[in-house]
């Protein structure tokens, strides 16, 4: 299994931005499909982005559509997600996850593909 720490959440204005990185050890990191979740108080835990393995192949919600991006760099073990255009409903624990696989073009989507999991990073945005 991998590791997997996440960073970077905060308290934000609507409209800001923020990066919420997360750094995976323990495994080779480029062997993991990666993706990031968010839960907020009372919902269940909602897919947000994913990238598979290479980088070269990204999924999005579509409420954040336009606005996240998510990116990896593979030398370094971390995954970001990038959110601008900020809103309240953005708000919630941003958790990262990896699945390890042997196909290299695949990202998913569903909580359930995935077998590591970080502890979550709070992001909170401000009306």
């Not at 499909?33 to 835990?45: D, L, S, V, Y």
């Not at 409903?89 to 990262?96: A, Q």
């Amino acid at each position: 299994q991998v590791q997997l720490v996440e960073s970077g959440g905060g308290l934000v204005q609507a409209g800001g931005s923020l990066r919420v990185s997360c750094e995976a050890s323990g495994r080779t990191f480029s062997g993991y499909a990666m993706g990031w979740f968010r839960q907020a108080p009372g919902k269940e835990r909602e897919f947000v982005a994913a990238i598979n393995r290479r980088g070269d192949s990204t999924g999005y919600a579509d409420s954040v559509k336009g606005r996240f991006t998510i990116s990896r760099d593979n030398a370094k073990n971390t995954v970001y997600l990038q959110m601008n255009s900020l809103k309240p409903d953005d708000t919630g624990v941003y958790y990262c996850a990896a699945r390890g696989t042997p196909v290299s073009g695949s990202y998913y989507t569903i909580p359930t593909h995935y077998n590591s999991w970080g502890q979550g990073t709070q992001v909170t945005v401000s009306s």
